[in-house]
C-alpha cells in the first residue's frame, strides 16, 4: 500500500536456487485482470508463490487441482482466494444472469460459474450488488476450498489456511474476508 517495495529474490541468484526444485509459501488464485497480478501486489519473488487466475476467480476441475497441486505436493501452506474491486469479469457475468442473455463462446462458462455469486448477491442486496456479487464470489470459492475432501484434512489439522481476500484497486489494501488462521 505504501509503495516501499523490497522486490525480493528476483535475481539471477534467486533463478538458479529454485530452477531445481521450488517450495512456494502461497498458492493465489486471483483474477485475470491486469491490474491485479499477485507477484506484484504482494512483493514476492521467483519460487515464492504458485499462482492461478481466472475470470472471476471461476473454478473447475482443472483449476482446482491447480490450487491443490502446492499444498498436496509439497506442503504449501496458504491459499488466497483473491477478489478485487471493480471486477470486468464478475460485472459482465452479473448483467448476463440479471438479463438473460448469455455471453458469447467460452465466456459464458464464467458467467456460469459464478452463478452462485450472483444469486448470493441478489439475496444480500445492498448498493453496489456487483461488488456484493465479487465479494460472494471470493467467500464461496475460499469455503469450497476449505471444504474440498483433499484440502479439508489438511485444513482440520492446522496444516493449510484458505483465505478469502478482496484487493483495492483505489487504496492497494488487501482485506481479509474469511478464513484467517487463528494464533493459538
Not at 523490497?6 to 491490474?35: M, T, W, Y
Amino acid at each position: 500500500m505504501s509503495g516501499d517495495l523490497r522486490h525480493p529474490d528476483r535475481d539471477p541468484n534467486r533463478r538458479e536456487f529454485v530452477a531445481q526444485k521450488q517450495e512456494p509459501f502461497g498458492a493465489i488464485l486471483s483474477c485475470i485482470d491486469s491490474r491485479v497480478p499477485p507477484e506484484l501486489l504482494f512483493d514476492t519473488g521467483l519460487g515464492d508463490l504458485y499462482v492461478m487466475r481466472t475470470g472471476g476467480e471461476a473454478v473447475g476441475p482443472v483449476v482446482t487441482g491447480s490450487v491443490e497441486y502446492g499444498p498436496m505436493t509439497s506442503g504449501t501452506p496458504l491459499v488466497v482466494v483473491l477478489g478485487h474491486q471493480r471486477c470486468g469479469a464478475v460485472a459482465a457475468a452479473y448483467k448476463s444472469i440479471r438479463d438473460g442473455k448469455p455471453l458469447s463462446g467460452n465466456l459464458d462458462a464464467i458467467a456460469r460459474a459464478l452463478r452462485p455469486a450472483y444469486e448470493q448477491a441478489v439475496r444480500e442486496g445492498g448498493s453496489d450488488p456487483v461488488e456484493t456479487m465479487a465479494r460472494a464470489q471470493v467467500e464461496l470459492t475460499a469455503a469450497d476450498l476449505r471444504s474440498n475432501q483433499d484440502l479439508a484434512p489438511l485444513v482440520a489439522k492446522g496444516a493449510l489456511a484458505v483465505v478469502g481476500a478482496y484487493y483495492s484497486l483505489d487504496t492497494g489494501k488487501v482485506e481479509v474476508l474469511a478464513g484467517a488462521p487463528t494464533k493459538p
